[in-house]
């Protein structure tokens, strides 16, 4: 699909434009509910599952036939502060272990069903180091919006977005930061391993950008542009296409919840078809979740990235639908209702 904005002003009209989900659909599910064989609210979660993918696929009977796994893989400037203890080659190294099938998440695509694409963004060209200057540049930063708009192939039942990026939780803790408040010491985690030393070049970090993008703060998408990446800019895009496709989405973690968490300070709906799928292990990932109101369905300790934790996540939507649309009702099985 191509993307219909082509600069900020258009995209930011966009996500204050974006079609709601199918209350019929979600009310009828509800009811379907209520028939089935077991006692009111006894699946817990499961039962809201169903009716939210109810509601974002609009019919009352959700599927998961057709389930993508997106990965955008970007590079980082900010990498120049020793804000990793991985070099930024490591990105593309990745890449080509996606591509090999040596990776977690393709052997979690493969458990849950799902197919699975890995898009280069920007040809693993970094982001400007947002310490000294913008991230990206408003063009940049449309491209790889359009990029991730693109990339969702019509059809899915759901899409899980995930990434991969040395640098990027610096990046996204920064975005975090500009989005909800507090400073580098509120977000910033030790990502893939910070020594305490490391970690406090990456609070430093985010706070001279913090400092050095001030007047872009009170936009959300002007700091996606100057504090982000361009694979955090796909996951947003990526975000945006899903809902006009009418797909229900699951988030991965801390990287993919901030570029996602833009779209809901522009438009508080905006991200109601979107699911965040566990608790990364990140420092800030708990808060910004608390921040866009959503509780992680998993809590495993993970904070690898790659959309694992969205992966993870899917079988358990699989049951959600596997119960709602095949177990019995009172009146089909003989069952009694209560007295």
Do not use: Y
């Amino acid at each position: 699909m191509t993307a219909p904005f082509t600069d900020i002003d258009s995209l930011r009209r966009l996500c204050l434009a974006l079609p709601d989900g199918d209350d019929s659909a979600s009310g009828l599910a509800l009811a379907r509910q209520a028939t089935l064989t077991k006692p009111a609210g006894s699946l817990g979660r499961l039962e809201e599952l169903a009716c939210w993918l109810a509601r974002w696929q609009r019919r009352p009977v959700p599927r998961l036939d057709r389930v993508e796994i997106l990965v955008f893989a970007g590079n980082h400037g900010v990498t120049a502060q020793r804000v990793s203890p991985f070099p930024a080659e490591v990105t593309a190294q990745m890449v080509a272990n996606f591509a090999a099938g040596g990776a977690a998440i393709n052997q979690l695509a493969g458990v849950a069903g799902a197919g699975l694409r890995v898009i280069e963004m920007a040809g693993l060209v970094p982001t400007d180091d947002i310490t000294r200057a913008d991230a990206m540049s408003e063009a940049g930063f449309i491209a790889a919006v359009a990029t991730g708009f693109a990339a969702v192939a019509p059809g899915l039942d759901l899409l899980c977005v995930g990434e991969m990026g040395i640098g990027n939780t610096t990046t996204a803790a920064a975005l975090a930061a500009a989005l909800f408040g507090g400073d580098g010491a509120t977000w910033a985690g030790r990502g893939t391993g910070l020594d305490d030393a490391g970690l406090a070049r990456k609070i430093a970090a985010i706070d001279s950008a913090l400092a050095r993008h001030a007047t872009a703060l009170h936009d959300p998408l002007q700091a996606a542009r100057c504090l982000g990446g361009f694979e955090l800019a796909a996951i947003l895009g990526a975000v945006l296409a899903a809902r006009l496709q009418h797909i229900p989405v699951l988030l991965d973690g801390f990287v993919c919840t901030a570029a996602a968490a833009a779209l809901v300070r522009v438009a508080p709906s905006g991200l109601d078809h979107g699911l965040i799928s566990h608790r990364s292990a990140e420092a800030g990932h708990a808060a910004l979740a608390a921040a866009i109101g959503q509780v992680p369905l998993l809590d495993l300790g993970m904070r690898l990235g790659e959309a694992s934790g969205a992966a993870l996540a899917v079988p358990i939507l699989r049951a959600a639908c596997a119960c709602h649309a095949g177990m019995a009702s009172f009146a089909e099985a003989g069952v009694s209702t209560r007295a």
